[in-house]
Structures are given as C-alpha cells and as structure tokens.
C-alpha cells in the first residue's frame, strides 16, 4: 500500500493542493476574526465545518480525482497495478490533507484567539478552552471523513464542478436542518454540526447553544449525541470507501 500512496503523492507534487489546506482555513479563521470577532473561536469552527470544510473537501477531491479524469484515467488503467489500491490510495491521502487542514484550523485560531485577547485587549462571549478547540478539530476531522470517498466517486461520475455544486448544496441544506432531528445519523452530512452542539455550545446556525434560541432544544446538548455520532459517521465512511473501491475496481473489467 506504501509505493500506491507515495505515487499518488508524488503525482500532486508540484500542484496547488498542498495550498488549498492551509488556505481554506486562513480564510475561515481571517473572516471570522474580522467580522464577528465576539465570537471568533466558535464562529471560526462553525464557519469551517459548515461551508468552507465540505468546500476544501470537495476542491480536494476533485484535484485528486480530475488529474487522471482528464485522461479518462487510461494512465492508470493501463498499469498493471490493483485499481483497489489505487482507489485507497487516494482515498488516504485525502484523508491525511483533510487531517492536516483540520490541524492547521485549530493552530490558527488557538493562536489568533490568543493575540486578540493579550495585544488587542479582546473580549470572547464564548471562549472554549484549549483542550475543547482540539477535541473539536478531532471531531471535525473524523466526522467528515466520509466526504472523500463520496466526493471522489461524485467527481468521476459527473466532473468536478458538477460535484461541487450537489456537494454543497446538499451539505447546507442537511447540516443545517436534518442535524436538529432525532435521526441525523441516517444522514451523514448532519453529523458533525449536530456533535458540535455539546462540544463547542454553538448551534448550526453559529448562535449560542442556550434556551432561547433559534432551534435550540436540549436534545441537542446531550453526551449520547457523541456515543451515537462519532461510530455512525465511521461506518458512513467505510461504506463509501468500499462502495467506491468497488465502483473504481469495475472500471477495468467493462
């Protein structure tokens, strides 16, 4: 598995993808210290795992996927190498660059946070602590797994902007609504802003996680939500993973 992950690697070498995951996160951490900087930490996640996150996913995806779609992947079908491992290979290094993103997210506002509050004097109404901001960058990174896979077969079903477009669209709608129900794990794209209720006490829509506001219930602040979550946002990703493996795989033989 190490020569198909170190090629797949090497291939993306000298591109903008290495960009993207310190980018993405620059952006999200330099808007929401500039806009609402009362609530910088929470509104720097929340921003992150609810546009920007599944957005670098998707970019990612289709920079991985697009290089050999261009071809129409005779570059890779003509080896005599396992299509499986290839499709895994990809599959990880989105996964370690989603990883190094999520890292890069938390860094950034951890350090952010602390130059607003000892050079700028700044006030946070909601200020997580250390220990918080990195269980919810973990989380971030593991409950959104899922979207690799899903992004890479999407992207080599129906191209890269098409797969953005359905992506995104898709992910607000669900993130923002189907993670209020009682059911979100039947939706993967629901999980992670639903498990960001009782770890950073932020609602999808960035408003405070308190009685009184806007879709606020107690539901949604409840442990269990985490016991429940984090395993079906792993089973979701390993479906997907196999799902696309067996798809990418069946590319050879017809």
């Known amino acids: 598995m190490k020569p198909y992950f170190q090629a797949e690697k090497l291939k993306y070498k ?11 996160p620059l952006i999200s951490v330099f808007l929401s210290a500039m806009l609402t900087y009362n609530y910088f930490a929470v509104d720097s996640y929340n921003w992150w795992y609810m546009g920007l996150y599944p957005g670098m996913l998707g970019i990612l995806c289709g ?13 890779i079908w003509s080896l005599p190498c396992s299509m499986g491992k290839i499709w895994d290979a990809k599959v990880l290094l989105g996964a370690v660059l989603s990883g190094i993103a999520a890292g890069v997210t938390v860094l950034l506002t951890v350090i952010m946070g ?8 700044m006030t946070f109404f909601i200020r997580p602590s250390l220990t918080v901001q990195l269980a919810a960058g ?6 959104t797994l899922w979207q ?39 939706l993967p794209g629901a999980i992670t802003s639903r498990l960001m209720c ?18 606020y219930s107690p539901q949604l602040m409840e442990p269990q939500n ?4 984090i395993p079906a946002a792993a089973l979701w990703f390993l479906l997907l993973w196999l799902a696309g493996r067996k798809w990418f795989e069946r590319q050879v033989t017809v």
């Open 138 to 143: 973990l989380l971030m990174w593991i409950t």
């Open 114 to 121: 602390q130059f607003m509050e000892s050079a700028l004097h």
């Open 148 to 186: 690799i896979p899903f992004c890479l077969l999407l992207s080599q079903k129906m191209g890269t902007f098409l797969m953005l477009l359905f992506h995104m669209g898709s992910y607000s709608i669900i993130s923002g609504t189907v993670s209020l129900k009682n059911w979100f794990i039947l």
């Open 63 to 75: 920079m991985l996927g697009g290089k050999d779609k261009r071809k129409k992947n005779f570059t």
């Open 14 to 24: 000298h591109t903008f993808l290495n960009g993207v995951v310190v980018l993405m």
């Open 226 to 229: 985490l016991l429940l979550g």
């Open 198 to 215: 009782p770890v950073l006490g932020i609602l999808p829509n960035g408003l405070p996680a308190v009685e009184g506001q806007m879709t």
